[in-house]
């Protein structure tokens, strides 16, 4: 167990439709990242949150937005929803983003969202 | 940009065989590197790292030595077992701030036949 925390584990929607998909990181770490792990992707950055402010964008596509809240927990908004964006969606967590120790992440369970 | 490159898979060794996952690297700097592990229906799985160049990580008898002069990060084991089956990656951390996401290459399946 890593410690990252991710709800729900499974969603099934239909295209159209807008899901939200929630991390909580592990006890005092600051940054938050997503990442999307597709078939024919592999696992790619998506976005990245330190302290409540957005770091770094990865291949997010416009239809996708991300917040980090002042408790620290994050949340990634998928909205218009289309065949491709099934996928499983990991959160990650670090304790910072400076030295080198401080970067290394921790890997939540995934949420596995299917488009139907 | 950075980039992370494995060996092809998948790979199916017998109990007890010597493993090797080649991982080479293209990035600025001097990247932190990783290897993770997911196993069937579960998510990634840190499994060792080194954050400079010569470092050696080693977790549960696999091993990996950042070799900066062939930007390489194989990954090793002496002796696997079947609960070694799993998808193996490679990444890469390039810096600081910004730069900490991590890079990962395509992962490679290992299955261990008893």
């Known amino acids: 167990d890593s410690g990252v925390t991710q709800t729900p584990k499974h969603l099934i929607t239909a295209t159209g439709q807008r899901v939200t998909l929630r991390c909580s990181p592990r006890?005092?770490?600051?940054?938050v990242y997503w990442y999307q792990q597709s078939l024919d992707q592999g696992l790619q950055f998506l976005i990245q949150?330190?302290?409540?402010?957005?770091?770094a964008k990865g291949n997010i596509l416009e239809r996708f937005s991300a917040q980090q809240f002042p408790d620290l927990h994050s949340e990634l908004n998928l909205s218009s929803l289309e065949l491709g964006d099934s996928a499983l969606y990991f959160c990650a967590s670090s304790v910072g983003i400076g030295l080198a120790g401080e970067r290394v992440q921790f890997f939540g369970p995934g949420t596995r969202l299917t488009v139907l | 940009g950075d980039s992370v490159t494995q060996m092809e898979g998948p790979v199916t060794l017998s109990e007890e065989a010597f493993l090797t996952i080649n991982c080479t690297y293209t990035?600025?700097?001097?990247?932190?590197l990783f290897w993770y592990v997911q196993y069937p229906g579960e998510g990634l799985q840190l499994l060792l790292k080194a954050t400079k160049a010569d470092d050696k990580g080693s977790n549960k008898g696999f091993e990996a030595t950042y070799r900066k002069e062939t930007t390489s990060f194989h990954l090793e084991k002496g002796s696997v077992q079947v609960s070694d089956s799993a998808v193996y990656f490679c990444?890469?951390?390039?810096?600081?701030?910004?730069?900490?996401?991590?890079?990962f290459g395509k992962g490679i399946t290992l299955s261990v036949r008893p």
């Open positions: 006890s005092g770490d600051l940054s």
């Open positions: 990444a890469l951390s390039a810096g600081t701030g910004a730069n900490s996401k991590l890079t």
């Open positions: 990035a600025t700097g001097y990247p932190s």
């Open positions: 949150y330190y302290n409540g402010e957005e770091r």
